[in-house]
């Protein structure tokens, strides 16, 4: 389970985030993996956006290689936009994620495509897709992260929504 000691610095989730068309109202963490943050979607003039990959063969280790609007590798692209309150994210040329601050209080995120990341977590601005699971028009309310995923340990279902 994730807890607000893992959450980095400066980050604040928006109170409502739609992503793929399905709304989110007051969930700290978007995606898990190994009760880690993976993606976070803070809020700001623009979307502030974190996102994990892994960082061993096994997929075991995850580090953010997106902080704060920030790459840390060199493949990954981040541009932000202040008049339409936007930040689109790209990986070695291909669109990964576009986000845009819709008020104050709420973000949308029409396009999600995490696969480069090691995440299989794709959508549109109609359906999100998490490994072999369709989302499209769900609600998730104060639950502590919206989806959490086990890498390839034994025992463990590889992409589960969490209830937390």
């Known amino acids: 389970m994730t807890d607000a000691s893992q959450l980095p610095s400066g980050y604040e989730p928006y109170p409502e985030l739609v992503v793929s068309s399905n709304r989110l109202v007051r969930v700290d963490v978007l ?45 990954v692209d981040i541009r932000t936009d202040k008049g339409r309150g936007a930040t689109d994210i790209r990986v070695s040329g291909r669109h990964a994620l576009s986000a845009r601050a819709v008020n ?14 090691g995440l299989a977590i794709w959508g549109d601005a109609k359906a999100l897709h998490i490994a072999g699971s369709t989302l499209v028009g769900n609600h998730f309310e104060r639950v502590g992260t919206a989806f959490a995923i086990r890498t390839n340990t034994p025992g463990a279902d590889p992409a589960s929504p969490s209830d937390r």
């Open 104 to 117: 104050a209080e709420t973000a949308s995120i029409d396009f999600i495509d995490l696969r480069q990341f």
């Open 31 to 75: 995606v898990a993996v190994n009760d880690q943050p993976a993606v976070l979607i803070g809020r700001g003039q623009v979307p502030r956006i974190w996102i994990a990959a892994p960082i061993s063969p096994s997929h075991d280790e995850w580090a953010f290689v997106v902080r704060d609007n920030t790459a840390i590798s060199p493949i």
